[in-house]
């Protein structure tokens, strides 16, 4: 438990702007679970479990739903732009909110570059002879300004991009069911053909199906972004209440809802779901002309989105933890209602990520990549102990504040946690996996070293 001696963290960012208006929260919060792990991941997912591909993100899904309940719990009763590194500190230590804070912030400034070398791929195919990095830089800038200027440019850019997610995969969803029932002219229903067919649901056996859930988990990255955002809107509350409580059906819907489409539409073991992408083999498939250049437009938004929002992400983050006094405190000036100088940090990291992976892509850039490969776990894990340390506290202290309720409190906490118990063992299982499990773990302990060494410190003054 924390010391008394060390201060709580603050309840809400009375500095930052509230700028976000409830319908760029709703939108971020419908947009963020469709981001370009989705698009480009679920292709080799597909390839090792076959249709057990829908069975992986059903159990993951349902891992993260339970994920989002809880930290909805805690950023309802508390918002903050430290979201769960603040929930963190409040429950377990000043230790733990250093840990979870610096890691996702580690995580998120390294999504912002592999992001921005995957949409300048993109670019590249449509300008031929352009060098990647430039686009990159691009991209950066953009952002980068967009982020400096205000909030509320953040939320108009997620607003939009979000909005063309979701209406190119719910079109996906539709054309797609539509297929399946073979109404579409001058196609036939495939029935069960391609769930019952050779090797039938589980094709690679378990070990396929333990690959399609590690894949499935790391997808859904980037929902944790609406906690964040909630503590800049007009009302954090009933923003962050909203969010979680819809997070289901749209789990449901745009991810689970899609794998099944695709295994349904389009042999698991075709060469095109991994090649061209499972959303252009099945838009392929149902004769959609120009299947192949649509898809990669709606990947490259994507992209763009997850850049945007993991730049506002990190910077945050970075924000929060200075302001508990867990960081170099020239991160933390605001000016405008905006950490400009965290978001130029955030920035020049992500392309710093960039420049080493045309620099030192075999040892400095690959050793940062699997320094992030479990890192979210290690965030899912401190949020659930978390919320079973803060629910009984909230109760006893300020019941008013739960808005938001776990279900089936606390069984359901220990059931998540055992989920990402059995997800570590899973990777450790996989050597795939293994490496990042070790390099993260590594991350981990000494980013809580250094934040217990810096917690005692300040409890000894």
């Excluded at 912002?112 to 352009?130: H, Q, S």
């Excluded at 686009?135 to 980068?144: C, R, S």
């Excluded at 695709?262 to 060469?271: A, E, H």
């Excluded at 992400?313 to 200075?322: C, E, K, M, N, W």
Aim: glycine share 12%; proline share 5%.
């Amino acid at each position: 438990m924390p010391s008394s001696t060390v201060k709580a963290p603050p309840e809400q960012d009375a500095s930052l702007s509230h700028g976000l208006k409830q319908r760029h929260l709703s939108m971020i919060a419908l947009g963020g679970v469709i981001g370009a792990g989705l698009f480009v991941g679920s292709g080799a997912g597909i390839a090792a479990a076959g249709p057990s591909i829908v069975l992986a993100y059903a159990l993951s899904g349902l891992l993260v739903m339970l994920v989002m309940r809880m930290l909805g719990e805690m950023s309802a009763a508390y918002p903050s732009s430290g979201s769960f590194s603040a929930h963190a500190e409040r429950a377990v230590g000043p230790w733990a909110g250093f840990t979870a804070g610096w890691s996702f912030w580690v995580l998120l400034c390294t999504a912002v570059g592999l992001e921005g070398i995957g949409a300048a791929k993109i670019v590249t195919g449509w300008v031929p002879g352009t060098p990647e990095w430039a686009w990159v830089a691009l991209f950066m800038l953009v952002f980068l300004g967009t982020n400096l200027a205000a909030v509320k440019n953040f939320g108009e850019f997620e607003f939009w991009f979000a909005a063309l997610k979701v209406g190119a995969i719910t079109l996906f969803l539709v054309l797609g069911v539509l297929a399946v029932a073979g109404v579409l002219p001058g196609g036939d229903s495939p029935g069960l053909s391609h769930l019952t067919g050779e090797g039938g649901l589980l094709p690679h056996g378990t070990d396929g199906l333990v690959v399609g859930l590690l894949a499935s988990i790391f997808a859904y990255g980037g929902l944790e972004t609406v906690t964040i955002a909630a503590a800049e809107s007009e009302n954090p509350v009933k923003g962050v209440a909203t969010a979680v409580r819809t997070a289901m059906w749209r789990i449901a819907v745009f991810y689970i809802g899609s794998m099944a489409v695709i295994v349904t539409l389009v042999p698991w073991d075709s060469k095109a779901v991994v090649e061209k992408g499972p959303y252009v083999a099945a838009l392929d498939h149902i004769g959609i002309p120009g299947a192949g250049q649509l898809m990669n437009v709606v990947v490259f938004v994507a992209l763009l989105s997850a850049m945007n929002a993991n730049i506002y992400g990190s910077s945050r983050i970075a924000y929060s933890l200075v302001e508990r006094g867990q960081g170099p405190r020239f991160l933390g000036r605001v000016s405008g209602g905006v950490p400009r100088i965290a978001v130029l940090a955030s920035s020049v990291f992500g392309f710093l990520c960039v420049v080493l992976s045309y620099w030192r892509p075999d040892d400095v850039f690959a050793w940062l990549l699997n320094m992030i490969g479990a890192v979210i776990l290690v965030v899912w894990i401190l949020i659930a102990v978390s919320q079973l340390l803060l629910r009984r506290r909230i109760e006893r202290e300020a019941p008013e504040r739960l808005v938001v309720r776990m279900w089936a409190f606390p069984w359901l906490t220990w059931v998540a946690l055992a989920g990402m118990a059995a997800v570590f063992v899973l990777m450790a299982r996989e050597p795939a996996t293994r490496t990042q499990l070790y390099w993260s773990g590594g991350m981990t302990a000494v980013l809580a070293a250094v934040g217990y060494g810096w917690q005692r410190a300040r409890e000894s003054r």
